[in-house]
């Protein structure tokens, strides 16, 4: 019995010592074969080149969006002031009411103004009859002269006479142009069409010359005025876009130009004062005193050669690029004339209708062989 267990274990040590063995074999078989297989693919990838990402260059408007803040305002705006003293009997315009050019909003007491001004057109209409007289005189006195029947000195007052009656009409048509301006003055009148924003004048309330009536705005177009910075001035234009985001509307978006550009820098911030006009809705959603994001629309008029700033590679304080030619990438120095947001005007060292490299450039040395993947 001991005999046959003794070979039982024999065998059983045997079998595992030959598993053993053909697994290893198996296992120098599979190594060498992935060995071969990676070398292989090495070999294929060097043949091929270095995988890259390319753009072809294309002389274009270069363009940026600014983003700033501002406030709206209406761009006619105007504030009545009262011209004349007196008590206002009648409203005519409340609080938010349209009103056109040349409407009345308010009277003030005319009994006095009216008085003066009927006055002084009597006085006119006397000075012009004083005239015709003092020239009807002067005609008579000519024929008297002529035969010599009233002295030198009487034909010279005649003519006095009438330089005095025309001066006195002169006078008098100035008085009333006086009267009839405090008459009207006393009709409180817009000079713009738009909506009554401001009221303070009421019923029976005693104005004085100068007092704040009402303030009458615009809001068909509004203006906005932002600080853009002296390195990117030149970009700006006089009929450049921009997009007028405002919150308080859903960021509703409006278009807006610029109208107007300050010809010298603020001297405390450095920066120039730029006048975007944005025109309204036509249920005039916008108001004004709204805040709004102003996302202003730089561009450069002229064509000109651009690569984004990503695609630069820096080398010894010098910009390059990699420069692709018959599947070889090659280290090409640049020379940038500006910096433009995400992009770079290249002055020389590139031109319209070459490759160059925008993803990959860390594997690549001074002249690499490559191929593109994708190309812009």
Not at 344 to 368: F, H, R, S
């Amino acid at each position: 019995m001991n005999f046959k267990i003794v070979m039982k274990k024999l065998f059983i040590l045997l079998f595992v010592l030959m598993l053993a063995s053909c697994g290893k074999e198996q296992g120098n078989s599979q190594s060498q074969g992935d060995g071969s297989a990676s070398a292989n693919q090495a070999v294929e990838t060097a043949s091929r080149g270095i995988p890259v990402e390319a753009l072809i260059i294309k002389s274009q408007t270069v363009k940026q969006n600014i983003p700033l803040t501002a406030v709206l305002n209406p761009l006619h705006a105007v504030d009545i002031l009262a011209e004349v003293s007196g008590k206002a009997t009648k409203i005519e315009k409340k609080l938010g009411d349209v009103v056109q050019r040349s409407d009345t909003l308010a009277f003030i007491d005319d009994d006095i103004p009216l008085s003066q001004y009927r006055q002084a057109v009597s006085q006119v209409l006397s000075a012009e009859n004083n005239l015709k007289i003092a020239k009807l005189s002067l005609k008579s006195d000519e024929k008297l002269r002529k035969n010599d029947y009233i002295s030198q000195i009487a034909y010279e007052n005649s003519h006095l006479t009438v330089k005095n009656a025309e001066a006195s009409l002169l006078s008098a048509k100035a008085n009333l142009n006086m009267m009839e301006k405090g008459y009207k003055d006393t009709r409180i009148m817009s000079p713009i069409s738009g909506l009554v924003s401001r009221k303070h004048i009421s019923l029976g309330m005693m104005v004085s010359p100068g007092m704040p009536l009402y303030r009458v705005v615009n809001l068909t177009t509004l203006k906005v005025e932002v600080g853009v910075p002296q390195d990117i001035i030149q970009f700006v234009q006089v009929g450049s876009k921009a997009n007028v985001i405002i919150s308080a509307l859903n960021d509703k978006i409006f278009g807006g130009t610029v109208r107007y550009i300050s010809p010298q820098a603020d001297e405390s911030t450095g920066v120039f004062t730029v006048e975007i006009h944005v025109k309204n809705s036509k249920d005039l959603l916008i108001r004004a005193g709204m805040t709004a994001r102003i996302n202003l629309v730089l561009s450069d008029l002229k064509k000109q050669i651009v690569v984004p700033g990503y695609a630069l590679v820096s080398k010894n304080g010098s910009n390059h690029v990699y420069k692709i030619h018959n599947d070889m990438a090659e280290l090409t120095n640049i020379s940038v004339l500006k910096s433009f947001g995400s992009q770079v005007i290249v002055g020389e060292g590139v031109a319209e209708g070459d490759t160059i490299v925008i993803v990959g450039m860390k594997n690549l040395g001074v002249k690499t062989k490559v191929w593109v993947e994708t190309i812009q």
